[in-house]
């Protein structure tokens, strides 16, 4: 039987106007929606602080027993799960299961999080029982992207509620299903009491309420850095904590002893999987200069062999940009890049929504596809001479999230490593990554750090509260 049905997949009333979910590959209709209003919000805060008290004060294992529920039903429905992340996201079929591996995993490792040693006994100058604790936040929001709207929504979703909050998820109205309404669904047959989990697709209104709430004292944000800004600035308003997941502009170094027949796959993936639509991809390839004219012409032909196409109807490598906006901001870089002296060596062509994979020779600090977040397929390379130059164009940037470092000897990757500022590092790696078990998060303009996975997860959806215990009452001077 499946989890979600057009007709009736919005499991709560709001009261905004309608909206359409399509298919960016073909603008087919994929069923209504109703978008959340600030009313809306304000209404699902009150009725999950409600419900959160009872939460919180459930055992661990029940929780624990509904995250790996969870985890479970991510599995078993994931057929149909996946149709809905190929067809409204635009993904691939690898990419959609890659999503749904971590969902699962997200909430297996989030019930593990349930019974995890709350605290500890601190030594006091008093006779007294001194202990940290702990304890559920209370309502948290969260507003996830478009980009892998399933894992950006379920790595914050899982852990605030195994922690015994409740959640308000605001998800992009372009994937409201696969980033929210699946995740509703799966937690609702779960065992996941009513009013903890409020699906609020919606726009920036919505957003703005969801920040505004006195009742919701942490945000997690996952989007672009103009965005997160405007979240943070309005989180420190209300006194709020903010976890911000931003934009990023990653380098992957390519060191003179590659190996260019193993690089070049690993680094066409960095730049174009899911359309480079993530904010990890590799936006900028440093290639040593007695490497560079090879690796150019070879990720060139590399991109030129890559299918294009409907994800859903065919077998293609890549799928479509999620809508017109975003394909035009792509190919505005690309073109202002050319006109500020790049050369186009593979793609920097569209058909409908369907961009071709691009690299671009001759890029530098004026390159505007270089030096900005492209958020889309396009690989420019840039060459250097010595380890010293690597690091300081690596450095070169307001973003600081994901890097890769490509050499024979991993040693020497560590040690340049240590002189770039970024929040994840992967030797002989490409810069896209992800493990439920793992921190994740950046620097910078890329965000406030490490907010997601394992213990950064206890930090980040619980308050610490201090706690004494007396035998007797204290005496006082007076």
Not at 25 to 43: N, R, S, Y
Not at 117 to 143: F, W
Request: with cysteine.
């Amino acid at each position: 039987m499946p989890l979600l049905d057009t007709r009736t997949w919005q499991p709560r009333t709001l009261t905004g106007p309608g909206y359409t979910v399509t298919e960016p590959a073909t603008g087919q209709a994929l069923g209504p929606l109703t978008l959340a209003t600030p009313e809306d919000v304000t209404a699902a805060a009150g009725s999950a602080a409600t419900a959160q008290r009872e939460w919180a004060r459930a055992p661990h294992f029940t929780r624990a027993a509904v995250l790996r529920k969870a985890g479970d039903l991510f599995t078993a429905h994931a057929a149909e799960l996946r149709e809905w992340l190929v067809r409204e996201s635009g993904s691939v079929p690898g990419k959609a299961d890659f999503e749904l591996h971590v969902a699962a995993q997200e909430c297996y490792e989030a019930a593990a999080l349930a019974s995890r040693p709350a605290g500890q006994v601190l030594p006091s100058e008093a006779p007294r029982l001194s202990y940290t604790r702990r304890v559920p936040a209370g309502v948290v929001g969260v507003i996830s992207p478009f980009n892998a709207p399933l894992i950006l929504s379920i790595r914050s979703v899982a852990p605030a509620l195994a922690l015994g909050n409740a959640v308000l998820l605001k998800p992009d109205p372009r994937t409201a299903v696969c980033g929210g309404l699946s995740l509703a669904a799966v937690f609702a047959a779960a065992g996941l009491p009513q009013d903890l989990l409020h699906v609020l697709p919606g726009g920036p209104d919505a957003g703005q309420a969801l920040v505004a709430d006195p009742r919701v004292p942490i945000i997690s944000f996952t989007g672009s850095t103009a965005a997160g800004r405007a979240v943070g600035e309005a989180a420190g308003r209300h006194l709020k904590r903010a976890h911000l997941e931003l934009g990023g502009n990653s380098a992957m170094i390519v060191l003179e002893d590659a190996d260019l027949d193993a690089v070049i796959s690993t680094a066409a993936w960095g730049s174009f999987f899911h359309q480079g639509q993530i904010c990890m991809t590799t936006g900028r390839h440093l290639v040593h200069a007695s490497l560079y004219d090879e690796y150019v012409e070879r990720l060139a032909a590399k991109a030129d062999s890559l299918a294009v196409g409907d994800p859903y109807r065919g077998h293609v490598h890549l799928g479509p940009i999620i809508d017109s906006g975003q394909l035009a901001k792509i190919n505005g870089l690309v073109e202002s890049s050319k006109a500020a002296g790049a050369k186009v060596v593979a793609g920097g062509t569209y058909d409908r929504l369907f961009y071709r994979p691009t690299v671009l020779a001759h890029v530098g600090d004026h390159t505007p596809a270089y030096t900005e977040e492209v958020f889309g397929p396009v690989a420019p390379v840039r060459s250097f001479t010595t380890a010293d130059e690597a690091a300081a164009l690596a450095a070169r940037s307001p973003y600081g999230l994901s890097l890769g470092i490509v050499t024979r000897d991993p040693a020497r990757g560590l040690d340049l490593a240590e002189r770039i500022p970024t929040g994840i590092v992967h030797i002989n790696d490409q810069t896209v990554n992800d493990e439920a078990v793992a921190p994740f998060g950046g620097v910078a303009a890329s965000g406030t750090g490490a907010r997601f996975g394992g213990e950064a997860n206890l930090e980040a959806f619980t308050e610490l509260r201090w706690t004494t215990v007396r035998g007797d009452v204290a005496p006082y001077p007076f």
